[in-house]
């Protein structure tokens, strides 16, 4: 390493400002240009190499450059490009996965109301004996014995006509459903 970085670095480990400052002079705009010349971004690389200089001086008493400083700034500029792009590509894949999300809820919605409209078509051709016997029993969720009381009749003939009119509407929907 170059004696004048040697000595830069220990005056910065006392926690002299100017030795700081001469280091970020020296390498500032070279660590910059490497940093968009990987990112395409002035601005992000500024404040990338800005991050960099930051945890350098907080770490500047700990700090552990064992060759040559010009070389272990790069190889920082290096893996916070690194950490940015992988970044990126994390928060690209999450608006991907979050479009095509809505997308399938969207679809997913759509094909539910048209399955309802069908099925509402099939419950409005029952006779209307079914017809009721099946609204009681699947809109209002009354059991059998409650709709046989309410109708006044037998409890297997409410079954009965629940099962015909069931039967009905999944006559009625397989084209759409298997079609």
């Known amino acids: 390493m170059r004696e004048s ?3 830069l670095l220990k005056a910065m480990a006392a926690d002299n400002v ?3 400052e001469t280091i970020y002079n020296k390498y500032w705009e ?3 240009r490497q940093a968009y010349a990987k990112l395409g971004d002035a601005s992000e690389a500024e404040d990338l190499v800005q991050d960099i200089f930051l945890t350098i ?4 008493k700990s700090l552990a450059v064992q060759k040559n400083l010009k070389v272990y700034l790069l190889t920082a500029v290096k893996y916070k490009v690194y950490r940015v792009i992988y ?3 994390v928060l690209c894949d999450i608006a991907n996965l979050d479009e095509s999300l809505v997308q399938t809820d969207v679809s997913k919605i759509l094909e539910f109301e048209e399955l309802y409209a069908k099925i509402e078509v099939a419950i409005d051709k029952l006779p209307e004996g079914q ?3 099946f609204k009681l029993s699947r809109y209002n969720h009354l059991s059998t014995k409650e709709i046989a009381t309410k109708l006044e009749i037998a409890p297997q003939t409410v ?3 629940i099962h015909l009119s069931l039967l009905f509407i999944r006559a ?3 084209n759409y459903l298997f079609g």
């Open 87 to 89: 970044s990126r590509k």
């Open 172 to 174: 009625e929907i397989k």
């Open 18 to 20: 100017k030795a700081f």
């Open 159 to 161: 079954h009965n006509k």
């Open 57 to 60: 001086w907080n770490n500047r």
């Open 5 to 7: 970085d040697i000595l």
């Open 131 to 133: 017809k009721e016997t």
């Open 30 to 32: 070279m660590l910059v």
